[in-house]
Structure formats: structure tokens, C-alpha cells
């Protein structure tokens, strides 16, 4: 989420009565979509409490969709048993072939990892992806993930499908 979104005058009052994760019950929920956008590389990686809900949502046998840099939560969120979520799962994320274009367009690298990079470094896990801003989402059982922005619509079949059965 960005600073002008919060500060908007329109947009920011959306956020006013944002519940914290602390006092949601994932019993009243189906499913979870985490969007992305470039803070999660930052506030996501050390945020356990976010980590342990994810997790929480998952083992709940409830569909998880992550996108964009909302997929990072994959490179850290870890499962009750130790294990990671991504591992033995295939998915998607905003791929290094977009960090170079965001690199670019700025004149600098704008992040000091990426996703991609670091989800190559997990053996035990499968990473997918398209051309640069094409369209991609993957559904690997109750697990939801899309590249970037352009690949909502994708995912958002793929969980109305995973909700139908």
C-alpha cells in the first residue's frame, strides 16, 4: 500500500476500520488474497505475525492467493511442522525480468533481492514464470499465486474454482 493511497482523501478513509490480522477469526473466511506491489520485499520478510497467519490459513484448509510481491511471503512463511509453504508446491511471482524493467525505469536497483532469485535458491520448491508483464497465475491445490498486477484476473478464476469444489 502506498503513502498516497493511506493519505488520499478519498481512498484513505477505505482503511479507517482495516481490522488487524490479531483479530481475525480465518474460521469465517474461505479464502485469503495478499496483493503486492514493491513493500512486501521490506515490511513482509521479518513480519511474523503475518507469517504464522498465512500458515495458520493454510493448515485451516483454506485457499491462499498471493500476488505480485505478495508471493514473497512464500521465500519465508514456514508451515507448523518447520517446513515451508512453498516447498513441494509450484508457483509464481514477480519475475527478475520485471525487477530489471522497475531497475530501469528508476535508474538503480530498487530492491537488494528478488523473489525469483531467492525462490531458485529453495530446491525443494518449483518456480514458474512468464514473459516480462504477460499474464500468469498457477494454482497448485489450495496454493493461488500470480506474476504481477496483469495476472488478477487469472488468479481470481483459479480461486473461484478452487472455492467451487
Request: glycine content about 8%.
Amino acid at each position: 500500500m502506498s503513502i498516497g493511497f493511506v493519505h488520499h482523501k478519498s481512498f484513505g478513509k477505505l482503511l479507517e476500520n482495516t481490522p488487524s490480522i490479531d483479530s481475525i477469526d480465518i474460521n469465517e473466511y474461505d479464502a485469503i488474497c495478499v496483493a503486492g506491489g514493491g513493500a512486501p520485499l521490506i515490511n513482509f520478510k521479518e513480519d511474523q505475525k503475518l507469517h504464522k497467519f498465512i500458515a495458520d490459513f493454510y493448515e485451516a484448509g483454506k485457499v491462499v492467493c498471493l500476488i505480485c510481491h505478495g508471493t514473497s511471503l512464500l521465500l519465508w512463511t514456514k508451515l507448523s511442522d518447520g517446513s515451508l509453504l512453498a516447498d513441494g508446491k509450484t508457483w509464481t511471482g514477480f519475475a527478475d525480468s520485471e525487477e530489471d524493467i522497475i531497475n530501469k525505469m528508476f535508474g538503480k536497483v530498487v530492491s537488494s533481492y528478488t523473489i525469483e532469485t531467492e525462490a531458485r535458491k529453495n530446491l525443494n520448491t518449483n518456480f514458474e514464470c512468464a514473459g516480462p508483464l504477460e499474464p500468469f497465475a498457477i494454482r497448485d491445490g489450495r496454493l493461488i499465486t500470480a506474476q504481477q498486477q496483469h495476472s488478477i484476473y487469472l488468479a481470481s478464476q483459479l480461486v473461484i474454482e478452487a472455492l467451487s469444489e
